[in-house]
């Protein structure tokens, strides 16, 4: 049997059992060595790099040279969506905010959820909360406007400008850097 | 700072705290994924952003009190052989051993804790423990992780939680993982059944297997796969229940392989420890076939009960870039095979033929 990822024979046969699904992977012994697959203890094995395209020709893609508009990239770190197919990872936080629905649409099959449950950095948990009560605020404000009821706006907004006050360092976003 | 040949005259706590527990759960591990937020991942890092990146993470890691006196190195200054041997004691992943500049690895003096800093995420922190303590070594890594979040602006998102370079990780940035030996469910072919069953639960099981047989040293690996939707607690105690109920089909599995075959067993054990007494040339994948074996006649009583421990420090000592650095030279795979022979009947001269009267009396006892 041939190596998944080259022309040598293959002796080390790894079997990995995820979400009931067998997948079997055969390596030759270098690129068992490569891929962490020999580690006696199993410790480190993770994911196996995607297997490599064996055949040269699929990378360049000549049926496709019209295409003008590049694919839209993270304003933070210049990634495209369609590079976290090549790598399996994305370039930076922001390619969440960027990416968002797209990334959310893969992480069904992969997770027991679509939203995080687990702690919490504490700071950020008071940001949140913070964040929170001035959306709340801002609301209520509104709200009181319309009724003109303008001694409550009034106050609401006092409330609103010392909140913000305390809110602003951490607010500050610095640019985006340059790609 | 610790200097890296300190670092390895100390055994790690986890290969020496083999109690009672460990003889079926060697080991538990738990690992965080933490990023910082406003710059790129690692990989997608250039060299001076990932060496910013680093520079300024680092004293972060050093100054916590349980990184006092901690090993602390680029991984450009280390040799190949040294991230060798760090990937052989599970302090450093085998992606961070191809890293260099820019990349660092802090450890310390227990070697129960590790953080890599600059591997697929920003930082990757780690607690290790023997035997089943999942939450003992998740409550250690929440310790430093609470530390850390104080000083750094992790990347963190209310409905994806902590941000991380591949998606796989996103939300709890958790892994909890267990390393079982599982000899009994091997020979007794009922392994099959026990992993299909796990993996049932969403959990992963990895073993390393030869010629479609059995599993390397009978070794397994039992982790999360899931990292979002549910609680760091929810994770661990699935995980923990899982892994107790696999301990106890194991348990049984050996008492009815005593029962049922005592002299199968005897004679599997007995050409194990007669092997490993007089090889003078063994490779790898032999060793811990045999010395899997002498592990569950530890356990079974045939040997004394320090021979769990023995085997648990062997498996790491005969390990090829711990071979060379105990050499203190670079080693061929036929050099190695035999320092590896001369290393395991070193260790193993003062351990008395096994006693196989043991299993029939276990049987006899169990059945009281
Ligand atoms: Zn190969
Ligand atoms: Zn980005």
Not at chain 1, 24 to 40: H, I, R, W
Not at chain 1, 79 to 97: H, I, N, V
Not at chain 1, 135 to 149: F, G, P, R, S, Y
Request: a negative charge.
């Amino acid at each position: 049997m041939q190596c998944d990822y080259c022309e040598s024979k293959a002796t080390v046969f790894f079997t990995q059992i995820i979400d009931g699904q067998t997948k079997k992977s055969s390596l030759c012994e270098q690129c068992a060595t490569e891929q962490g697959v020999t580690d006696p203890e199993g410790f480190l094995i993770g994911h196996l790099q995607p297997i490599p395209q064996k055949t040269a020709e699929v990378v360049n893609q000549p049926e496709n040279p019209v295409k003008v508009s590049a694919p839209p990239v993270c304003p933070g770190c210049g990634f495209a969506f369609d590079d976290l197919k090549k790598t399996g990872r994305l370039g930076c936080s922001e390619c969440y905010q960027f990416f968002r629905e797209d990334i959310k649409h893969n992480l069904g099959g992969m997770h027991k959820g679509i939203s995080h449950k687990g702690r919490v950095p504490k700071g950020m948990l008071e940001a949140y909360e913070k964040q929170q009560q001035i959306e709340k605020l801002h609301e209520q404000m509104t709200l009181a406007i319309q009724d003109e009821n303008y001694e409550k706006a009034a106050a609401l907004r006092d409330e609103l400008r010392q909140l913000e006050q305390a809110a602003t360092p951490d607010k500050q976003e610095s640019p985006a850097q340059e790609a | 700072m610790m200097r890296f040949s300190t670092l390895m005259k100390h055994p790690a706590e986890w290969m020496t705290g083999a109690s009672d527990d460990s003889s079926i759960v060697l080991t538990s591990r738990i690992r965080l994924a933490r990023n910082i937020s406003d710059v790129p991942f690692p990989g997608w890092a250039r060299k001076p952003e990932r060496i910013e990146i680093m520079t300024r993470l680092r004293p972060a890691v050093e100054s916590l009190t349980e990184m006092r006196n901690a090993f602390s190195q680029q991984l450009s200054e280390l040799t190949s052989v040294q991230k060798q041997v760090l990937v052989e004691r599970h302090l450093i992943s085998r992606e961070q051993a191809a890293r260099n500049e820019g990349s660092a690895a802090v450890v310390n003096r227990d070697q129960t804790l590790s953080v890599m800093i600059n591997e697929e995420d920003h930082l990757r922190l780690q607690s290790i423990r023997s035997g089943l303590h999942l939450r003992e070594a998740y409550k250690l890594i929440t310790k430093i992780d609470q530390q850390l979040e104080k000083s750094l602006p992790y990347a963190f998102d209310h409905e994806l939680g902590y941000l991380t370079a591949c998606p796989t990780n996103v939300g709890t940035g958790l892994r909890a993982s267990a390393m079982l030996h599982l000899p009994g469910l091997v020979i007794s072919d009922h392994i099959g059944q026990v992993i299909q069953a796990v993996a049932k639960l969403g959990l992963a099981v990895r073993g390393i297997f030869g010629e479609g047989t059995e599993s390397l040293g009978h070794l397994f690996q039992i982790s999360n796969q899931s990292t979002l939707g549910e609680t760091e607690d929810e994770i661990i105690n699935r995980l923990e229940r899982v892994i107790c109920k696999v301990r106890d089909h194991e348990r049984n599995a050996r008492i009815k392989l005593a029962e049922d075959d005592p002299q199968m067993l005897a004679d599997k054990i007995g050409r194990a420890y007669g092997l490993l007494r007089h090889a003078y040339v063994i490779d790898s994948k032999e060793a811990l076939t045999h010395l899997s074996l002498i592990r569950l006649g530890g356990d079974m009583g045939c040997f004394p009960k320090e021979v769990i421990s023995l085997c648990d420090t062997l498996l790491m000592d005969i390990e090829p870039a711990h071979l060379q650095h105990i050499s203190d030279k670079k080693l061929t795979p036929e050099q190695r095979d035999i320092i590896r022979a001369e290393i395991i009947r070193d260790r193993l001269q003062n351990i008395p033929t096994p006693d196989i009267g043991t299993l029939d009396n276990q049987s006899k006892q169990e059945n009281d």
